[in-house]
């Protein structure tokens, strides 16, 4: 009886291992299933890679920061220096929607790269860290006019082929195989006589035609690597067979993802997101005996020590929402966001030129900026001046390689909180200009704009005084290379 329980208990054992087994044509089958013109044209991981790229196109937003990629950035207008790094990072694994950004910037209000030096009161180093969450469906492009359909059509004809391959060389996809390569490897590595080789494993040559004709061309080296490279393919296909889940990852990151990205008929891509960026930084002020008003200049410096930089913690949190879409024929990008910042007075945008120290009326010691304006009180310096923004960006590329087109920045400055006797009037931007995009591959390598417009002007005044016109260059360097194989699975 007992004999008889366990051998029941053994073939059911046997039977759910046998059941359990994972089945290549059959899971192959399931996945070729899937493609339709519709919504499926490619694997979802070579989808994900495609989508990633999307930083990289268009660089700027309403900011001097770089920010929209990972990409290093220079802005220049007649009161500031900006220069700034970013980079996207993916949280997770392919399919993750969140990213982190991490970056850093140095501005200056001098000329060209002269941070921090004698004619530069007012320096800033910070440092940005943020939050991209992607939202919606992203999405890339497929024409589905009849040419493209008939591709379509055949390639996925070839796709069922070329994954099919194990079912059909049997014989090639078995431990035997891989072990008849190590040897042809090693004999390789201590070549005597080509022809010898060629005899010995004239069986096995047979299924690598390919590497036959390297043999005998007596390219040892190209074929040592050739063979490297199938014995990988063969143990990769074995060891795929340990789980479903193993199975499942193997066809799709591997065999169909190889296909799908040597085939690719999709292009451009549409896609939103929200991000959130922290920027923390250091706002050093220093003044010279020339800041100061010849006639207080004694007296000012019995109190204070010019030789001493003033330091400010700055920081800026800003909340933005974006969408990209890149099309047949036009790139559009725009931003739209609110962001808060808190800082030194002295970095009022309002501030036109040097300050001068002076003293006013009560005999205190204030700053009067180039325009004769007061602007706050010296030692109200280190108290928190705090302002808010609403800003909204647009890019748009239309010509045939879609590398010219224009831009604007729309924003509105105002009020939250400041220390007393400090100026500032709510204010608004306006800047448009053309903006060029420097491609190669279909990919971004230089960004440059040119922007003319009103900067921080404030309200019911005579805005012309507040013309002005900056220059833009971004230049990514691209983390998410996607450079199309040249190889045809």
């Known amino acids: 009886m007992k004999a008889l329980l366990f051998i029941v208990l053994s073939l059911i ?46 660089i700027f ?35 993750s929607p969140l990213y982190t950004r991490i970056g850093a910037n140095a501005s200056g209000s001098k000329n060209v790269f002269e941070f921090y030096s004698e004619g530069s009161w007012s320096n800033n180093v910070s440092f940005n860290l943020g939050l991209i969450l992607k939202i919606g469906n992203a999405s890339v492009f497929f024409k589905g006019g009849k040419k493209e359909v008939k591709k379509f059509k055949e390639i996925n004809d070839r ?6 391959e194990p079912l059909y060389k049997t014989e090639k996809y078995t431990q035997q195989t891989i072990d008849t390569i190590d040897a042809l490897k090693k004999d390789i590595l201590d070549i005597k006589d080509g022809g010898l080789i060629q005899s010995k494993y004239s069986g096995l040559l047979v299924q690598f035609p390919d590497i036959k004709k390297l043999i005998e061309g007596k390219k040892y080296e190209e074929a040592y690597s ?55 930084g250091n706002s050093t002020y220093k003044f010279s005996e020339s800041n100061v008003d010849e006639s207080i200049l004694e007296e000012f410096g019995n109190v204070y020590d010019l030789t001493k930089d003033i330091n400010k ?51 205190e010691f204030v700053f009067q900026d180039e325009d004769n304006q007061v602007i706050g009180d010296f030692v109200n310096v280190k108290e928190n001046f705090k302002t808010g923004a609403f ?20 924003g509105h400055n105002y009020l939250i909180d400041k220390p007393n006797g400090t100026f500032y009037k709510n204010n608004f931007t306006t800047l448009f200009g053309p903006v060029f995009r420097k491609e190669k591959d279909g990919e971004t390598k230089l960004t440059f704009g040119i922007d ?35 190889i045809e699975a």
């Open 313 to 363: 913690l700055k920081s800026v949190l800003a909340l933005n929402f974006n969408h990209s879409h890149n099309a047949d024929k036009t790139i559009w990008f725009y931003q739209i966001g609110l962001s808060t910042t808190s800082s030194s007075f002295l970095e009022n945008v309002l501030i036109n030129g040097t300050p001068k120290i002076i003293r006013n009326e009560s005999q």
């Open 452 to 486: 003319l417009g009103w900067s921080n002007a404030i309200y019911n005044t005579r805005v012309s005084d507040d013309f002005t016109g900056r220059i833009r260059v971004g230049i990514p360097f691209n983390i998410y290379s996607k450079k199309k194989s040249k």
């Open 226 to 280: 050739s063979l490297i490279r199938e014995e990988k393919k063969i143990q990769d296909y074995i060891d795929a067979h340990k789980s479903q889940k193993e199975m499942e990852d193997y066809l799709k990151n591997d065999i169909l993802y190889t296909f799908d990205k040597a085939n690719d008929l999709t292009y451009g891509y549409s896609l939103m997101w929200f991000d959130i960026n922290l920027n923390l």
């Open 13 to 58: 054992v046997s039977i759910n291992c046998i059941a359990q087994k994972p089945d290549y044509n059959t899971t192959l089958n399931s996945f070729l299933e899937e493609y339709n013109i519709k919504n499926h044209v490619i694997q979802d991981t070579l989808l994900n890679e495609n989508i990633a790229t999307a930083f990289n196109y268009v």
């Open 61 to 95: 937003s309403g900011s001097d920061l770089v920010s929209n990629s990972s990409a290093f950035g220079y802005s220049q207008n007649e009161e500031k220096t900006n220069v700034s790094v970013s980079s996207n990072l993916r949280l997770g694994k392919e399919l």
């Open 391 to 410: 800003n909204a960006y647009g890019a748009i590329f239309f010509t045939e390689k879609k590398n010219f087109g224009f831009n604007v920045t729309i």
């Open 159 to 164: 796709r069922k082929i070329n994954a099919s």
